[in-house]
């Protein structure tokens, strides 16, 4: 069975810490994505990449960073994390055309808190 | 920019009731795709079904379809013979063809199927 891994389910930091989501697939997928998920504004695209050590911006990148250098794994890094970055936190994978057929394949989330 | 619109935060419906979720949409794209994804308390988003914006046919998946009309940029999903695991959150979502094929999320409708 086909799966997106995060590596954290629930995560709690400190204000100013920096932070790292792991998010790995094991389905030789070109693209990853990362969303943030919140109540009544539904996913929004931090960063997405579609080869390895490629990134693009997507709709909210502020204070956010990415790192992939390796296909299956899709870092997301707060830098200095702020209460306003406690949401829910989705990773996703696509082939470059399988997405317009199947969609995306997503993790499981990671419900990060920040206090 | 793309912009998707789910007007109902929450619905319920009864079991074995039909219900109908909205979603509409902004975009001045001539081909695109669009989905609904279902995410239950697990948190697992689902691939519910997907419209290309070349068919004119409506899509149908088993207990789901989709009214999709295109001039006036709304794509609701139907839910036939309601069934209490269909209880979860359900996001609209826009992809444009191109580099990356992103997903753009509506905010979401949560549905309580109700015994």
């Known amino acids: 069975d086909v799966k997106v891994t995060q590596s954290s389910r629930y995560l709690v930091k400190r204000t100013g810490e920096k932070v790292f989501l792991e998010c790995v697939q094991d389905?030789?997928?070109?693209?990853m994505f990362w969303y943030r998920q919140d109540p009544g504004l539904g996913l929004r695209l931090i960063y997405f990449?579609?080869?390895?050590?490629?990134?693009e911006k997507g709709d909210i990148p502020e204070g956010y960073s990415v790192s992939r250098e390796k296909k299956e794994r899709f870092s997301l890094i707060l830098e200095s994390a702020s209460t306003n970055q406690t949401s829910m936190y989705l990773c996703?994978?696509?082939?470059?055309?399988?997405?317009?057929?199947?969609?995306?394949?997503f993790g499981s989330g990671t419900r990060l808190t920040v206090v | 920019a793309q912009t998707v619109t789910q007007s109902q935060p929450e619905m319920s419906v009864q079991e074995a009731e039909t219900v109908t979720l909205s979603c509409t949409y902004d975009?001045?794209?001539?081909?695109?795709?669009l989905f609904w994804y279902k995410q239950p308390p697990s948190r697992q988003m689902i691939l519910v079904i997907r419209?290309?914006?070349?068919?004119?046919q409506n899509a149908t998946e088993n207990r789901f379809s989709v009214n999709f009309q295109k001039a006036a940029k709304s794509f609701s999903l139907k839910i036939s013979d309601s069934q209490l695991g269909d209880t979860a959150m359900y996001f609209c979502?826009?992809?444009?063809?191109?580099?990356?094929?992103?997903?753009?999320f509506g905010g979401g409708t949560r549905l309580m199927v109700k015994p």
């Open positions: 979502a826009f992809m444009k063809l191109g580099a990356g094929n992103m997903l753009t």
């Open positions: 996703a994978s696509s082939l470059p055309g399988q997405g317009m057929d199947y969609g995306y394949t």
């Open positions: 990449s579609y080869d390895v050590k490629m990134k």
């Open positions: 389905m030789d997928h070109e693209n």
């Open positions: 975009t001045s794209e001539n081909n695109y795709y």
């Open positions: 419209q290309e914006a070349y068919k004119q």
